[in-house]
């Protein structure tokens, strides 16, 4: 049986859960500010783009679980041709792995806690988890910058752009949304609609992501061949 996977495809359906995540975002932050109703059968926190363990967690979580499947894949099939960058794509898997897995848990947010107290120290006590990520993203991406100039320019193009498109959201627009909180006492419209921009550009640059790598995987590896063992020999 061969299962044929289209990126374009792909993309297009992976977009279309993410369109229906942020309607029911919206149609439920319109229920809860100008109808009134905070809990409309239990949907609103189900599809809320602010809270952990519902519809929309679990997609991301999935998501960047996806893109470590994918990195894992690329990278063995580099390793069984020679390459020597194979490595590159295994350290990729593994640190999408760890953001998915953060995704899921939440672990960033228990640095909150320890950074607070420094971050208040410097005047921007908003920035706690962001601050390490940061130093952690540009450490990675001066690993890797040798990595993507060696990279064929299209693929090189479009992760430059997903990373560019899922940082913005992740470290761009996140710090904002405490900030607004603290001088506003209150999670009203503006509120939902940074946390709306923040989420909408973390799944669309994973999406752009997930799109570059199922392209990679469609050119460079044309009879490449998935094989799930039982274990049996025979």
Request: charged share 15%; aromatic share 16%; with cysteine.
């Amino acid at each position: 049986m061969n299962i044929i996977i289209e990126p374009k495809k792909a993309a297009t359906y992976l977009g279309a859960i993410i369109a229906f995540l942020i309607a029911a975002y919206i149609a439920g932050f319109i229920s809860r500010y100008f109808l009134g109703h905070d809990y409309v059968f239990g949907l609103v926190p189900l599809f809320d783009l602010d809270v952990e363990g519902n519809i929309p967690s679990l997609f991301s979580s999935v998501s960047i679980l996806l893109c470590s499947g994918l990195l894992y894949i690329i990278g063995t099939a580099h390793m069984k041709d020679g390459n020597k960058e194979s490595y590159y794509w295994m350290g990729l898997a593994a640190i999408f792995l760890f953001l998915a897995l953060d995704e899921g848990a939440t672990i960033h947010e228990r640095l909150i806690g320890p950074m607070k107290g420094i971050m208040e120290d410097t005047g921007y006590p908003y920035l706690t988890w962001v601050v390490p990520y940061i130093i952690f993203s540009t450490g990675i991406g001066l690993i890797y910058l040798r990595f993507l100039l060696n990279l064929q320019k299209r693929f090189r193009i479009l992760i430059i752009i997903s990373g560019i498109i899922y940082i913005i959201g992740a470290l761009g627009f996140e710090p904002i949304t405490p900030y607004y909180y603290e001088i506003s006492h209150k999670k009203d419209i503006i509120f939902s609609t940074i946390i709306m921009v923040e989420e909408s550009f973390e799944m669309i640059g994973i999406l752009l992501f997930i799109y570059t790598l199922l392209s990679y995987i469609s050119l460079k590896f044309d009879k490449l061949c998935i094989r799930f063992n039982a274990g049996n020999s025979h």
